[in-house]
């Protein structure tokens, strides 16, 4: 079933108070996530929230990378939204869960832009 | 079922080529929908590619906003992610299906960070 865009939505339990209320070191991370996974950056947004908790984002030219800390709980949502076969997402992943310390995680895998045209006609943006 | 976030997947389909192609329109009809959902902008990002498709971020203090979208095909990936009772993300969402005039939608609902406490220990961001 081919789509415009793979997007991961991960659920990262159990990681390190101090990395994920460290917008630098949380913005580090997710910046070289993005390397890993060859994807293109537009432009990055990071920002701490008092008294914990980080957001960020990374516009790519293939979708985005976000996340938001809970640092209390020790908890990240983490979006991992790319297009085009060449962007290795699941690589970027293994990464950040091993980066952010996250004992335990889930992820769901969803299809977006899963359109009724032939597979050939189906294009990320260039 | 508590949980820290409610995220709305949506795709819009058949939507206006020349509203969701124009850098300047996606930014004001998302950044009304962030109004309408009293949401609190932190920072917003948008971007137009070549030689079609726009890219835009809202961060907000209660998590994001993003859209990608692909006006050869009139399609719109959308993502409400928003945490808090106060937030009316439902309310944003029937203002951006109107306001892109997406002729089909469909919505998946999220909760994100459904953590092992008990309900009253879990706030959001302030």
């Known amino acids: 079933m081919k789509s415009l865009g793979k997007h991961l939505i991960v659920e990262l339990y159990d990681c390190d108070f101090d990395l994920i209320n460290d917008v630098s070191q949380v913005e580090k991370i997710l910046v070289e996530a993005v390397a ?6 537009v ?9 914990h908790g980080v957001s960020g984002v990374v ?11 809970w640092p209390e709980y020790g908890y990240c949502a983490l979006d991992i939204f790319t297009c085009g076969e060449l962007i290795d997402s699941d690589a ?3 990464y950040l869960q091993k980066a952010f310390k996250a004992d335990n995680f889930s992820v769901m895998e969803i ?3 899963v359109l009724n045209l032939p597979a050939d006609r ?5």
Chains 1, 2 share one sequence.
Do not use: D, M, Y
């Open 92 to 94: 970027s992943l293994a």
């Open 59 to 69: 516009v790519i030219a293939e979708s985005h990378f976000t996340i938001h800390t």
């Open 111 to 113: 299809k977006r832009g």
């Open 43 to 51: 432009q990055p947004i990071f920002h701490q929230f008092s008294p």
């Open 36 to 41: 890993i996974s060859k994807a293109t950056i």
């Open 122 to 126: 189906l294009r990320h943006k260039p």
